[in-house]
Nanobody, 126 residues
Framework: QVQLVESGGGLVQAGGSLRVSCAASGRTFSIYFMGWFRQAPGKEREFVAS????????YYADSVKGRFTISRDNANNMVFLQMNSLKPEDTAVYYCAGSRRYFSGRYQHTADYDYWGQGTQVTVSS
């Protein structure tokens, strides 16, 4: 099993920046891909970004491309999401996810992941 714990959420003004972190523990050697998703009230959970745990290859949703950056620290089993130029529509609970399965793709669907954190709230005020 793998445990994921997010941190770093909070309240920020539009145009500001925030970095959320995800700490992985347990059988982290089984992880192949990590991702960030978000869920706003009344909406489905949506893909934000993903990263290949080994190679560092990254993928982004069009809505965050150029503003958000996903990165990882393999030595410390951490994944980060740096969010710049934040907009009110970025307000959501942000979830970290991990996948132990290998397949060709962007890992942009919730079904692609086996492990989930509890989420951290990000609120962007206008």
């Amino acid at each position: 099993q793998v445990q994921l714990v997010e941190s770093g959420g909070g309240l920020v003004q539009a145009g500001g920046s925030l970095r959320v972190s995800c700490a992985a523990s347990g059988r982290t050697f089984s992880i192949y891909f990590m991702g960030w998703f978000r869920q706003a009230p009344g909406k489905e959970r949506e893909f934000v970004a993903s990263i290949n745990w080994s190679s560092g290859s990254t993928y982004y949703a069009d809505s965050v491309k150029g503003r958000f950056t996903i990165s990882r620290d393999n030595a410390n089993n951490m994944v980060f999401l740096q969010m710049n130029s934040l907009k009110p529509e970025d307000t959501a609970v942000y979830y970290c996810a991990g996948s132990r399965r290998y397949f060709s793709g962007r890992y942009q669907h919730t079904a692609d992941y086996d492990y989930w954190g509890q989420g951290t709230q990000v609120t962007v005020s206008s």
